[in-house]
């Protein structure tokens, strides 16, 4: 039995350097994505110590005291983090909610055109917004919802007082929602497109012979046909429940706002690099990001058992 494991191990070693001794190209290509992920998403990985510390700069990690848990009790003592989790499931849901139903309708919508290069035209527009980055979206918003942006001046002309829109906690979420929607909705519309284009067009023609009209084939052909792409969507998009969007967030919120926009990302950021509360920080971080995996690998389970979708 020892005997046999060796020589399995042997052959293993010389398949192994058959691997690399034939693909060596390919190794070394990869290699500088390989490095430059391991010393910025693995090695600062061991700064998460300062969660359980009581973290002090001049000390270092090595010097700082070690408090357990404690960082984490102090999480669900404070109202402010309370609301920054509130703000976030509220806002990531809606995200997510409107992020799957809204593309598959257009997707539907936009099938139906047959002339291709009015199709083409509309599909271009709906996904340009997808490139670009949140400040220069940011700084559309402010121009059009500002004191003196183009909705107020409309709004004065209307003898309406001029509304400050972005300074409104009671608005902020639901402009945080469309503004997210009408910049990524393009994108899944694309996925529905292509995942429609793979539907047998013979069920069409069959149907089509049958009687059945426009609405009908949509409901009963092309809505089961992709049907597995929603659902793989939908469970994926479970582990960014926790992911409301720091970008977004963080050019368009203010004091104003912080009671309904104040997510556990900008949180986290300004109690740790505004305030100086490393420690905390850290952990609220480090508690966000344990939910998320959990939520990852409970929704990749559910994307194999349902539609049989699987990464690896």
Sequence with gaps: MKKNRIGWQMAARKTWRQEIRHNWPLYLLIAPAFVFALIFCYLPMGG?????????????????????????????????????????????????ILGLVVPVIMALLLNEVK??????GI??????????????VAGMLRDILGLDGIVNSFLQNLGIEPIFFLGEAGMFRQIVVISDLWKGFGF??????????????????????????????????TLPGIMPMIIVMA?????????AGFDQIYNLYSPLTYSTGDIIDTYVYRQSLVNGQYSFGTAVGLFKSGIGLLLTVVSYRIAYKVAGYRIF
């Design 48 to 96: 998460l110590v300062m969660a359980f510390q009581n973290y002090k700069p001049w000390l270092g990690i090595l010097g700082s005291e070690f408090v357990g848990l404690e960082n984490f009790r102090q999480i669900f003592e404070f109202q402010e983090s309370y609301q920054a989790i509130i703000n976030t499931l509220i806002i990531a849901v809606s995200k997510i």
């Design 115 to 120: 002339n291709v290069g009015l199709k083409k």
């Design 123 to 136: 599909q271009t527009l709906v996904y340009l917004p997808h490139f670009l980055s949140w400040v220069t």
């Design 235 to 243: 469970t994926l998009s479970l582990g960014n429940v926790l992911n």
């Design 188 to 221: 899944g519309m694309i996925v529905y497109l292509a995942a429609i284009a793979n539907i047998d067009q013979s069920l069409y023609e069959a149907a089509e012979m049958d009687g059945a009209n426009r609405w009908q084939q949509t409901l009963h052909i």
